[in-house]
């Protein structure tokens, strides 16, 4: 039996934790501060999935893991005995003018070559659901493929099921000596470590902001327009996000947010009367490639990076989950190359 400790208890960290303890590996997790503490604790939670043309690795690691979701996320469920939040709600995309939806054909064709029929992309022009944006054409972009999850349930969820399949989880420390291999999932923080360490830049943390919403349409697509995610979710909320802000002197929300909520509601005045329940901020981890890092640390035997999770990460998890475990526990290296450091 492998032991294998992991440093980070945010979606990556506890991703791989429970695919190698499900494998059967010994494998205890240590979290500095708590689960989810940094940006895995947010609101959010859209997975949604890269446009399909100009296809590329980062996109089909990406669609194996959407295509990978429900499986992994009903797993968790099983073994914790909590709800993830998980569904795929579909998403809805207002089409600006003619010439867009004209141009929008090329996308709606490499969806149906590349996506599950079931999947599929196609302009509608009467959208389903409680939070239908405005379009000033009539005509909205769907899409099957995109699903939700709540990032604090689903967290709270893998951690349980880890300790229910007899993991170890450790909060509030920091990692002591450790023997066998060590995977780092240490977001914003670990980047820093990586790019003094390889003394060059390897990521950086980008600040974002959110807002949850008490508004119940737990079957409503989500929706993206104007550069936001609109994200309703099954316990009766609606998720707002999110900001991306590479210049900052603080990690508090502040009135970026607020024109986020308003611009929101905009969108979909039905939102105009939802209470704000929470509000978010944090760094999120995006790596100078712009892909998750997968893979071992050049110059230190034994110890792993996943990281880079950024914008996609509770997307990815699945499959990073996979890959990490192939690696460390069957030594069998199947990371695309543009995700390595």
């Given at each position: 039996m492998t032991s294998v400790t992991i440093i980070g208890g945010g979606i990556f960290g506890l991703s791989c934790a429970w695919e190698m303890t499900r494998r059967g590996a010994r494998v205890r997790l240590i979290e500095a501060t708590r689960i989810g503490a940094g940006s895995s604790g947010g609101h959010v939670g859209a997975l949604a999935p890269h446009a399909p043309e100009?296809?590329?690795?980062?996109?089909?690691?990406?669609l194996e893991s959407l295509l990978m979701a429900p499986a992994f996320w009903s797993g968790v469920e099983a073994a914790s005995g909590l709800p993830t939040g998980y569904g795929r709600s579909g998403r809805l995309q207002p089409v600006a003018d003619a010439a867009a939806a004209e141009r929008l054909a090329d996308r709606i064709a490499a969806a149906a070559d590349r996506w599950p029929e079931d999947c599929a992309m196609r302009l509608t022009d009467a959208p389903a659901g409680g939070l239908i944006p405005d379009s000033p054409s009539g005509l909205w972009l769907f899409d099957g493929l995109t699903a939700r999850l709540s990032p604090r349930a689903a967290g709270a969820a893998l951690a349980q099921a880890i300790r229910n399949a007899g993991g170890e989880i450790i909060e509030g420390q920091q990692p002591g000596a450790?023997?066998?291999?060590?995977?780092?999932?240490?977001g914003t923080p670990g980047l820093e470590d990586l790019s003094r360490d390889l003394g060059r830049p390897i990521g950086k943390g980008v600040k974002g902001q959110s807002a949850l919403l008490q508004y119940d349409a737990p079957d409503a697509p989500q929706v993206f327009a104007d550069g936001l995610h609109i994200v309703p979710h099954a316990d009766g909320t609606v998720a707002i996000g999110s900001t991306s802000e590479n210049d900052y002197d603080h990690l508090d929300t502040d009135e970026q947010l607020d024109s986020l909520i308003a611009r929101a509601r905009a969108l979909c005045p039905h939102l105009c009367g939802a209470p704000v329940i929470d509000r978010w901020a944090g760094a999120r981890p995006r790596a100078k490639s712009r892909a998750p890092i997968l893979g071992p640390w050049p110059g230190r035997p034994g110890h792993y990076v996943a990281n880079g999770g950024f914008k996609i990460g509770f997307g990815m998890a699945p499959k990073v989950a996979q890959v990490m475990a192939d690696l460390i526990l069957d030594g069998s290296d199947t990371i695309p190359n543009g995700f390595r450091l």
């Open positions: 100009n296809w590329n690795p980062k996109k089909a690691f990406q450790v023997s066998g291999p060590i995977l780092w999932a240490t």
